[in-house]
């Protein structure tokens, strides 16, 4: 079935710094979609994704839309320690409403 | 801003037990979905509702469990006899248009 896998699956980075973190499928997705999620919360969204090619930001979040449709990934620039956190992709499965989420990327930011 | 509203945030039940999770989607969408996330995991997929019925269902939505519209603003998940496993945050979401789905802030369901 249709899998979603993120990398790096932990990060530990400096404050100021720059991130970036990437999802990759087998089979291509129509949508693709960023949440945020802090420990014990919902996951939070960030950035819907529509198009092929497609490149959002949202604040210091940018996300693209890979062109082949099987990948997309989220920059955060600048990062803050309210950056921390588990950051997942997901996607429709099979173009429906049922979302597919990959296991997640864990951001750890240092002050 | 809307959002999405669960209760309880935190409920504790014994094995065997019925417990219905209760969620306030946001008021003008259309769509409304139940996932879940065991302690460490990535969120799953339970069930999505559309038009007072059921549209899809994973292999996780046994016929322990059932989700109802009882009015216009409230969204439920029953479990009828729960399991050990059972055990998880469960996390209500809604969205307008089949796409972006809003979650809301989960309720951590132990069952002992």
């Known amino acids: 079935g249709q899998q979603l896998n993120q990398s790096p699956q932990s990060m530990f980075i400096q404050e100021g710094e720059d991130v970036s973190m990437n999802c990759t499928s087998s089979?291509?997705?129509?949508?693709w979609l960023w949440y945020k999620q802090d420990p014990g919360e919902g996951p939070v969204l960030l950035i819907a994704?529509?198009?092929?090619?497609e490149l959002t930001s949202n604040g210091r979040l940018t996300a693209q839309f890979g062109i082949t449709r099987k990948d997309s990934f989220l920059n955060i620039s600048a990062s803050i320690p309210s950056d921390v956190g588990i950051y997942f992709c997901?996607?429709?499965?099979?173009?429906?409403?049922?979302?597919?989420f990959g296991q997640g990327t864990e951001l750890s930011v240092k002050p | 801003e809307p959002e999405v509203t669960q209760t309880p945030s935190h409920q504790v039940t014994q094995m065997g037990q019925e417990v219905i999770l209760r969620c306030v989607p946001i008021?003008?969408?259309?769509?409304f979905y139940w996932y879940r996330q065991i302690l460490g995991q990535k969120v799953e997929f339970l069930v999505s509702?559309?038009?007072?019925?059921?549209?899809?269902k994973s292999e996780i939505f046994d016929d322990q469990f059932s989700v109802e519209r009882p009015d216009g603003s409230n969204f439920t998940l029953k479990i009828r006899s729960t399991k050990l496993e059972d055990s998880a945050m469960y996390f209500c979401?809604?969205?307008?248009?089949?796409?972006?789905?809003?979650f809301g802030p989960g309720t951590r369901l132990t069952v002992l």
């Open positions: 979401a809604s969205s307008y248009t089949d796409n972006e789905q809003f």
């Open positions: 089979s291509i997705f129509n949508t």
């Open positions: 994704l529509y198009k092929a090619g």
């Open positions: 997901a996607g429709p499965y099979n173009q429906g409403g049922k979302l597919i």
């Open positions: 008021s003008n969408h259309l769509y």
């Open positions: 509702f559309y038009n007072n019925e059921i549209s899809e």
